[in-house]
């Protein structure tokens, strides 16, 4: 059984919002600001931690749809905050957050999800 379109879709949102993370973080810390460089770090660990989630994806492992949803729900509170701080990037991360959580909620995700696991 070949994974469905709407698991790829989050998985690979999942690992962009982890590597958009990760540079940003990286460019902070070489302009010398660790301060900024936290604040990067907090905002951006639902997407690492779903980048780690999403690596478990192909495999059956228990409970990975139920981790993914709730951090795609988590990216979405913190979006909300950081558009509250006007930081443009909030809204980027509600939108990836939605989706995320909006694909894998489908039907055919859960069947992924839910499928019998071959020895």
């Keep these: ?21 990760l540079l940003a973080m990286v ?7 660790a301060e900024a460089a936290g604040s990067i770090s907090v905002t951006s660990l639902p997407a690492f931690i779903g980048l780690v989630c999403a690596l478990r994806f192909p495999k059956k492992r228990p409970n990975s749809r139920g981790t993914a949803i709730f951090l795609a729900s988590l990216m979405i509170f913190i979006g909300f905050g950081t558009m509250g701080q006007g930081q443009p990037v909030g809204l980027v991360l509600c939108a990836v957050g939605v989706t995320i959580a909006i694909l894998l909620s489908q039907r055919r995700s859960g069947h992924w999800f839910g499928r ?3 020895p």
């Design 27 to 33: 460019l902070a810390i070489v302009r010398g600001g």
């Design 1 to 21: 059984m070949a994974m469905p379109g709407q698991v790829r879709a989050s998985q690979v949102l999942f690992f962009v919002m982890g590597g958009f993370g």
């Design 116 to 118: 019998p696991v071959r």
